[in-house]
């Protein structure tokens, strides 16, 4: 399938997902999709540099957090509308993976994970003693009295704003794979050496992919402080998006942009089924269980599974 | 400068010095593994914290000082250290794909033990009791807390034992030469899986004497372990990976440094301290202040 096509489709089923699931009257499902597809974002965004690329990004957390906190700056500032906002945390968010990027990936795979460990950390002392944005008091960022676009509660328009964002980041990420940029990716993830070698531009590809990455995980962070109405440090760094972004591809598969999307459909939901019915610490018990379970005993996801199987048929 | 302002000076020093005595108990066992081995057990921090857990519950129940606690019970930590190689050995560096999925197992690793104290303790602080918590010495103006002082010196003992054991016995002489030429190794006739399994064994012990360390100076709480990620890695590579001389100085270093930042620019900032020494040893300076 072309790229055209396939972004085309993933948008025409986006915009039926919106259409159908607006007749839905229960409240709690639309904070559990977006929830869900939250992590489909994070979790897609991850793998362009975790799966194509081959590095490990521990600071998911941070990219999101700079999306969500440069809606409170823009909010503070001039009431930012909602486009705007996400259009400005993205490029924000962009523009932090370019230099973190370009800081660190001349280290060793190894450095470079933990350098956007520590990046998060950084970033959350800035944020906590940054009295603008809040602190560690945390920001109200409220809904605008009227929605716009005809949607009748707020929720629902940010909603069918992060169903477009996980048709986004689908859509760069299928992009990417099938690309001169995919191919060249992977033959950094599978040895980078030989592929400098070879002649593969391989710090900028690796910037690229830094750049793609942190600014489809700040978009997904643009209306996080809008859902809630607001937000605080220790929610938007939380851990719980670097443990769940990495978590998700790697128990889907993290060869296609199919991987991360199952793994997020997969673990975004059954986490949500265990907040209603036990209590929450459970679903980061459940989420680190299944990381170590996958990576010990199923290397390649579910998506390996079912390759393997097809294998077998033929 | 007044004289108030030298006494300020001069504390932040000496409880600077102290902690980072603290910290050089904390990171040595990650410049075991991680500087020496190459297995980068980003997990490490929560078996101090488990340590921390299990001196506190001992402490509680029989009233035992909780760092004797810690030695007493090492070999277990040894155990555990043991069987996690045997399964990271097993499952990745065997196949090759330790820098990827070894990365995120111990990642996994890290969210399974703090989740499991979160269940079984909650998310209050806990702190051990002894003698020596509360009672601070008092030499020419310049304070000495005994929590701080009583850990700096195990600790110091614990880091020049690792030193004189590595450089002075067969098996230590076995793992420094793991961390150089395995294949040399080999040749020799050791094993050198074998060798990394034991010295990852000791690593992870020094973590659990590390945890008694700490639940005597601060209050614990499963989830502070990851504040400890970036100092255990920033003191390993600010000393050089794998030195064990370079650790202690490099978590002297830090230590001061976090002390003076909380001093004069107030201890929100402190946790930052660390983490940007880490990026920018990194971003300038990879091989560390004594890098080879």
């Known amino acids: 399938m072309r790229n055209r096509t396939f972004t085309a489709l993933v948008f025409v089923s986006a915009f039926a997902l919106i259409g159908a699931t607006l007749l839905v009257k229960n409240e709690f499902y639309f904070q559990a999709a977006y929830t869900v597809l939250q992590f489909v974002v994070l979790a897609t965004a991850w793998n362009i540099l975790g799966g194509y690329t081959g590095y490990v990004n521990f600071g998911t957390a941070a990219f999101f957090a700079i999306g969500a906190y440069s809606t409170v700056v823009l909010y503070n500032a001039f009431k930012a509308p909602l486009p705007l906002s996400i259009l400005a945390g993205t490029i924000v968010a962009g523009l932090a993976g370019l230099g973190v990027g370009y800081l660190t990936l001349r280290l060793r795979g190894v450095f470079f994970a933990i350098a956007t460990l520590a990046l998060s950390v950084v970033l959350y002392t800035f944020v906590v003693n940054w009295d603008y944005v809040g602190g560690a008091r945390g920001a109200y960022v409220l809904a605008p009295r009227e929605v716009p676009f005809g949607f009748s509660r707020y929720t629902h328009l940010l909603y069918a704003a992060m169903v477009l964002m996980a048709a986004t980041a689908l859509a760069v990420a299928r992009a990417v794979e099938t690309s001169k940029l995919g191919r060249g990716l992977a033959a950094i993830r599978d040895d980078e050496l030989a592929a400098e070698a070879s002649g593969v531009p391989t710090l900028r590809l690796k910037l690229v992919s830094t750049t793609l990455s942190g600014a489809l995980m700040g978009m997904a962070g643009t209306t996080f402080p809008c859902y809630l109405s607001f937000v605080e440090p220790s929610s938007a760094f939380s851990l719980n998006y670097a443990v769940n972004s990495i978590a998700m591809p790697l128990i889907g598969g993290m060869m296609s942009w199919l991987g991360p999307l199952i793994g997020a459909l997969l673990l975004g939901i059954v986490q949500q089924v265990v907040q209603v019915s036990v209590r929450s610490e459970w679903n980061l018990l459940i989420v680190g269980a299944l990381l170590v379970v996958f990576v010990t005993l199923a290397p390649n996801g579910i998506m390996g599974w079912v390759s393997a199987w097809r294998r077998k048929r033929i | ?292």
């Open chain 2, 1 to 292: 400068m007044e004289a108030a302002s030298i006494e300020l000076f001069v504390n932040a020093i000496v409880a600077g010095l102290l902690l980072g005595g603290f910290y050089a108990a904390v990171s040595v066992g990650i410049s075991i593994s991680f500087g020496m081995l190459d297995v980068v057990n980003i997990a490490h921090p929560a078996f101090i914290i488990l340590g921390s857990y299990i001196a506190y519950t001992v402490n509680a129940r029989f009233g035992f000082d909780p760092i004797l606690t810690s030695v007493v019970l090492s070999p277990l930590f040894f155990a555990l250290g043991l069987l996690l190689y045997r399964i990271y050995y097993l499952c990745f560096e065997k196949r090759g794909q330790e820098s990827l999925r070894g990365l995120a197992f111990f990642f996994g690793v890290l969210f399974i033990t703090e989740v499991t104290l979160v269940l079984i303790f909650g998310v209050d602080y806990v702190q051990a009791r002894t003698a020596y918590t509360d009672a601070t010495e008092r030499i020419a103006g310049i304070d000495f807390p005994l929590r701080l002082v009583v850990p700096f010196f195990v600790s110091l003992a614990m880091v020049i034992g690792l030193q004189f054991f590595l450089t002075r016995t067969f098996f230590g002489r076995a793992v420094l030469a793991v961390a150089q030429d395995q294949l040399a190794l080999r040749l020799m006739g050791v094993d050198p899986v074998r060798v990394k399994g034991l010295a990852f064994a000791l690593s992870i012990a020094t973590a659990g004497v590390a945890g008694a360390l700490l639940i005597v100076i601060l209050p614990v709480q499963p989830s502070i372990g990851r504040e400890y990620i970036g100092l255990v890695f920033a003191v390993c590579v600010l000393g050089g990976m794998g030195s064990i001389w370079g650790t202690l100085v490099g978590a002297l270093v830090l230590g001061t440094a976090e002390s003076f930042t909380a001093t004069f620019f107030g201890p929100s900032w402190a946790p930052a301290v660390s983490f940007g020494l880490l990026l920018a040893t990194l971003a300038f300076r990879p091989a560390g202040l004594f890098g080879r």
